[in-house]
């Protein structure tokens, strides 16, 4: 019974240590995938452009970025790009995390685009609207409901992404919980801990995205259903 009293007190110190970088993980998540959304949403229209070089630029990008590993953009952001101009570590993990996510994003929007029947391009054009008038007031409101569950699901992975940036010194949830680990020898412990509350965060936020799910369920798009 003192050993379990213990190891609950152990574990319940633990928690309240590593809860103080919580919000750092939160932070770095969030911002990345504000960038990321702006990004996915600028490159997934010019994906479904009728202009070439848009389309290429785009392509180009998203080619790019989903091919390299998010670990080595996160050095390329510090190590390189930062050493050039002078980033912050913060700034370089939270734009590599974001331009990395956006790649995927993009992709998502450009589906959800794709969605959207082609007749009603042609019928918008036929009352006289633009081709951006037609993506803006017509398309993207619909496309937008579609893509809403991925693209949260996406942020569920960008928030466990988030503990890569650990690497170059962000003291977030994973690299607090090492630094902890290291001084006290409690590996067992602290990474149980580090694992509940990332599963904790997830869990919450999985909740919160299948509630979105079906506040914009679209009909006849396979979303789940109330």
Same mark, same amino acid.
């Given at each position: 019974?003192?050993?379990?009293?213990?190891?609950?007190?152990?574990?319940?110190?633990?928690?309240?240590?590593?809860?103080?970088?919580?919000?750092?993980?939160?932070?770095?998540?969030?911002?990345?995938?504000?960038?990321?959304?702006?990004?996915?949403?600028?490159? &997934?229209?010019?994906?479904?452009?009728?202009?070439?070089? /848009?389309?290429?630029?785009?392509?180009?990008?998203?080619?790019?970025?989903?091919?390299?590993?998010? /670990?080595?953009?996160? !050095? !390329?952001?510090?190590?390189?790009?930062?050493?050039?101009?002078? /980033?912050? @570590?913060?700034?370089? &993990?939270?734009?590599?995390?974001?331009?990395?996510?956006?790649?995927?994003?993009?992709?998502? !929007?450009?589906?959800?685009?794709?969605?959207?029947?082609?007749?009603?391009? %042609?019928?918008?054009?036929?009352?006289?609207?633009?081709?951006?008038?037609?993506? @803006?007031?017509?398309?993207?409101?619909?496309?937008?409901?579609?893509?809403?569950?991925?693209?949260?699901?996406?942020?569920?992975?960008?928030?466990?992404?988030?503990?890569?940036?650990?690497?170059?010194?962000? @003291? %977030?949830?994973?690299?607090? &919980? @090492? %630094?902890?680990?290291?001084?006290?020898?409690?590996?067992?412990?602290?990474?149980?801990?580090?694992?509940?509350?990332?599963?904790?965060?997830?869990?919450?936020?999985?909740?919160?995205?299948?509630?979105?799910?079906?506040?914009?369920?679209?009909?006849?798009?396979?979303?789940?259903?109330?």
């Amino acid at each position: 019974m003192d050993w379990l009293i213990d190891q609950i007190g152990t574990l319940t110190r633990i928690f309240f240590y590593l809860i103080q970088a919580v919000h750092w993980t939160i932070l770095i998540s969030v911002l990345s995938y504000v960038i990321a959304l702006v990004l996915g949403l600028l490159f &997934g229209v010019a994906r479904v452009s009728d202009r070439r070089w /848009l389309r290429l630029v785009a392509g180009g990008y998203i080619n790019v970025v989903r091919g390299v590993p998010l /670990l080595v953009l996160i !050095f !390329f952001f510090y190590f390189g790009l930062g050493k050039v101009v002078n /980033l912050d @570590r913060f700034v370089a &993990g939270v734009l590599a995390v974001g331009i990395c996510y956006g790649a995927y994003l993009a992709e998502i !929007f450009r589906a959800g685009i794709e969605a959207i029947d082609y007749g009603q391009h %042609e019928a918008a054009m036929s009352l006289g609207m633009t081709r951006w008038q037609t993506m @803006r007031h017509i398309i993207l409101p619909q496309s937008v409901r579609i893509v809403v569950p991925p693209a949260a699901n996406e942020f569920i992975a960008c928030l466990k992404d988030s503990s890569l940036v650990s690497i170059i010194g962000l @003291r %977030e949830l994973t690299r607090a &919980g @090492r %630094e902890y680990a290291n001084q006290y020898f409690l590996d067992f412990h602290t990474w149980l801990v580090v694992g509940v509350i990332y599963l904790i965060m997830t869990l919450t936020l999985t909740r919160l995205v299948r509630a979105l799910e079906q506040k914009v369920q679209v009909r006849g798009f396979g979303v789940v259903k109330k």
